[in-house]
């Protein structure tokens, strides 16, 4: 069974849900209104545990009965003062969540590492140096290609919040740290606000047994 710990300090809520929970998930009659119709079986799952997942991030904060709905963007949306980040893949999803005093943003992500990826990705996803870091062992290339993949969805859910601005995966570049398992990031687009072009941050990288999971939080606001 896999069983990722949370990789954020106190004040920090995080929760896992596999797809053995789904049977368990009850979710508000408002969330379960924003799932189409015409949603296949594995949309519908994926949902499901990702608001299970939010949901039990949310209670380790001591917020409880809040449906997390969607933004213009499809964001999810947070209680006020809170924010958080949702993904799911291949049948489990996780969950954070925090008060803004802890931090700006928070982002995480997980992948399969077997996941189909066109060899074209890498054009979209990677600059020059990013792509030169993927190609350099052919045998680690998809897992690299979806570690940087990855990263770069956990540091777009953490800047979105700020300013409400989107950041293609061109619009930041990653260099990975060997030695303690993290990539560092710099902007090379404004995120708004105190987060300009040029700007640094890091993201955690962990491989979890078929998984690649990422993770990052931004300083709260006045706190550099």
């Avoid at 792509?131 to 990263?151: D, G, T, Y």
Wanted: hydrophobic share 45%; with cysteine; charged share 25%.
């Amino acid at each position: 069974m896999i069983d990722i710990l949370s990789p954020f300090g106190d004040g920090f809520g995080f929760s896992l849900k596999l797809l053995s929970d789904y049977d368990e998930v009850k979710l508000y009659p408002e969330e379960v209104g924003l799932i189409s119709p015409k949603a296949v079986q594995k949309r519908k799952i994926e949902f499901y545990l990702g608001r299970a997942a939010a949901h039990s991030a949310l209670s380790e904060i001591n917020i409880y009965e809040f449906p997390v709905l969607k933004g213009t963007n499809n964001e999810p949306v947070w209680p006020k003062g809170v924010v958080g980040a949702i993904s799911h893949s291949g049948g489990m999803a996780i969950a954070a969540a925090t008060g803004k005093d802890k931090a700006a943003g928070i982002g995480v992500d997980i992948e399969l590492v077997d996941r189909k990826l066109s060899e074209d990705i890498i054009k979209e996803v990677c600059t020059f140096k990013e792509a030169a870091w993927v190609n350099m062992n052919p045998n680690q290339k998809v897992e690299r290609l979806i570690m940087v993949f990855s990263a770069k969805e956990s540091a777009f859910k953490a800047f979105f919040p700020i300013a409400n601005i989107f950041l293609n995966y061109l619009d930041a570049e990653l260099f990975w740290n060997e030695d303690i398992g993290t990539f560092s990031g710099r902007l090379l687009k404004s995120a708004g606000g105190d987060y300009e072009e040029g700007y640094m941050f890091e993201v955690g990288c962990r491989i979890i047994d078929k998984y690649i999971f990422t993770y990052m939080k931004l300083p709260p606001i006045g706190n550099g």
